[in-house]
């Protein structure tokens, strides 16, 4: 697996969120556990120096699905592009870092919540990258599974490979819960893979949180040719046991008892690993 950076522990980014997340008395917990792998995955492939340099010919990373902006906040610190000091003042009145993701933060590409609109955007900044004639600055764009029942997600993915974008990587987070219920309770998508397919598109179903097989099938879509896209089957809630698959942890917030409950389980994850 050819990665630019080592992977930060996503144990770790986890303990970040809770923080977070608990002095800010945030919602959001579900999603933003999901999608911890990925974003390590993320921005453990992409020159961080040009992201830090902001030059033109970095990688852009949009996170499009914008309610997991603990985790985007919280992982970018363990890169070093945003300071630890500044999670302190996460959604409190008065910070920048709100409870969705805003280009208002520092080295934040662009500002998402509304949901269906970050992968318009990333096919844009893949076409302006290739068009520049830059080719080794991938643009992800990280969506949700209940997002991508928006019309203007495959509007864009039409375009995308229409244009050939093979230097555009649109991950999914297939956690399988929406807002309040099942995602397939709204729209069923299932089979996922053959829908990507039909459109045109290398897919790869990987598990989600295991960062080898998303080192890897990023590593294979940057190295290719082919426009593709990853499937990431999640877990809603990963990491917090009493959070895991419940659709209500999409807005509960953390008593002082439950966020003690949630680092002692990510410490005993901890001591299990050594």
């Not at 999901?34 to 040009?50: C, H, N, P, Q, T």
């Not at 809603?236 to 389980?265: D, M, N």
Request: with cysteine; hydrophobic share 40%; charged share 20%.
């Amino acid at each position: 697996m050819k990665t630019t950076n080592k992977f930060a522990d996503p144990l770790e980014v986890r303990r970040t969120i809770l923080g977070m997340l608990y002095r800010g008395q945030a919602s959001h917990l579900g999603t933003n556990m999901s999608a911890v792998e990925m974003l390590v995955s993320i921005f453990g492939s992409v020159d961080l120096k040009r992201i830090q340099d902001k030059g033109q010919n970095r990688s852009r990373v949009i996170v499009s699905k914008g309610h997991c902006a603990a985790a985007t906040y919280a992982t970018m610190a363990h890169y070093g592009l945003l300071g630890f000091d500044e999670l302190e003042n996460y959604h409190k009145d008065g910070s920048l870092l709100a409870g969705h993701v805003s280009h208002a933060v520092e080295r934040v590409e662009h500002s998402t919540g509304a949901l269906g609109h970050g992968l318009s955007v990333a096919v844009g900044c893949a076409l302006g990258l290739r068009s520049r004639g830059v080719h080794d600055a991938p643009v992800f764009s990280l969506m949700g599974d209940g997002e991508i029942q928006e019309g203007s997600i495959w509007e864009a993915l039409m375009l995308a490979k229409h244009l050939n974008l093979n230097n555009l990587i649109p991950m999914v987070d297939n956690n399988r819960i929406s807002s309040i219920t099942n995602t397939d309770a709204v729209i069923d998508m299932k089979p996922l893979e053959n829908r990507f397919a039909g459109f045109g598109y290398k897919v790869h179903n990987v598990e989600g949180h295991d960062l080898n097989a998303l080192g890897e099938a990023i590593d294979d879509l940057v190295s290719g040719t082919e426009i593709g896209v990853i499937i990431c089957n999640t877990v809603k809630g990963k990491g917090v046991p009493f959070a895991e698959w419940e659709p209500i942890w999409h807005y509960r917030t953390l008593s002082e008892e439950l966020y003690k409950q949630a680092i002692a389980h990510l410490d005993e994850e901890k001591n299990n690993e050594r």
